[in-house]
């Protein structure tokens, strides 16, 4: 549950992308916590998916905002005391590449930029990525484990075309200067992978998969889990900072087979050797855990 101190029924909060799948469970699980929630969209077509989740229409206001449209960001936040942002990438821009870096900075500085003018946000939890962490030249030869004190090199990430890297560490430290400067109260969750129903061997995170699993580094998230993490930084005034998220590592044969099989059903085949291999585990989210030891879902 919320800490005593914070009250619910006196937050709305907005969702921003809502059509994803994490910001769709992000609006469901809020309206069930008794929030009052402006859930955004880039293509307002999709604001069926909402019909009869609200068990009252006053909970649930829904928002065509476009993260590259300033004024539609704006109206989206008016009254709101709490964002939670997500990207997700342009219906006409829908793949990872060398320049969607640059989109996404964008819509980030928009997005905080946007909070900074809205004088009833209080708190801003900006979704990145565990991949804003994991990549770096010396990666291979760090004696402690990575967490949310290390940064991707955007440099290494260019080099290996490792795009969902370059951009996911480009608009979060372009996201913290600016809350920083304007006085934005943020935190961030970097994820793992989420382990949803549709997740393909095309997402742009799986770039780099095996070098994750070799590095021991490689994680993911089941989606109850990712959206608790997201309320849990929210309603604790203690929570500061960056939290990796994630609950679950690949880091054993059985554990890759396993990912394979579901990426890719019907090519593979039992391995000889399955389970046997492990590799040690060299990334930490005890930040994270800590602050959810008392959260109530």
Request: glycine share 4%; net charge negative; hydrophobic share 40%.
């Amino acid at each position: 549950m919320a800490p005593p101190s914070f009250d619910i029924t006196s937050h709305t909060v907005c969702v921003m992308d809502a059509s994803g799948h994490l910001g769709f469970n992000l609006v469901q699980r809020l309206l069930h916590r008794g929030y009052t929630v402006h859930a955004t969209l880039q293509n307002y077509d999709e604001q069926h998916m909402f019909d009869g989740i609200a068990s009252h229409p006053d909970k649930l206001k829904v928002f065509r905002s476009d993260p590259f449209d300033y004024h539609s960001i704006v109206d989206a936040l008016r009254g709101c005391s709490g964002l939670f942002y997500t990207f997700e990438p342009p219906l006409d821009q829908p793949n990872y590449d060398e320049y969607m870096a640059d989109v996404e900075v964008r819509a980030a500085q928009n997005v905080v930029e946007a909070c900074a003018q809205t004088e009833t946000i209080e708190k801003v939890v900006f979704t990145s990525s565990a991949t804003a962490i994991v990549w770096r030249e010396d990666r291979k030869s760090m004696e402690p484990d990575l967490d949310e004190r290390h940064w991707t090199d955007v440099n290494f990430c260019r080099k290996f075309k490792l795009w969902h890297g370059v951009s996911k560490t480009m608009a979060e430290k372009s996201a913290w200067a600016l809350a920083m400067d304007r006085g934005v109260n943020m935190v961030s969750i970097n994820a793992g992978l989420l382990m949803a129903d549709d997740l393909s061997l095309k997402h742009p995170y799986m770039r780099g998969a095996a070098e994750m699993y070799e590095d021991g580094v490689f994680v993911t998230v089941d989606l109850p889990f990712l959206v608790d993490a997201h309320i849990c930084v929210y309603e604790d005034v203690s929570s500061y900072g960056r939290y990796l998220c994630f609950n679950h590592i690949i880091n054993t044969h059985d554990d890759a087979v396993q990912l394979a099989r579901k990426l890719t059903p019907s090519s593979l085949s039992q391995s000889d050797d399955y389970g046997k291999s492990f590799i040690e585990q060299r990334i930490s989210n005890k930040k994270l855990n800590k602050l959810m030891v008392d959260f109530e879902a």
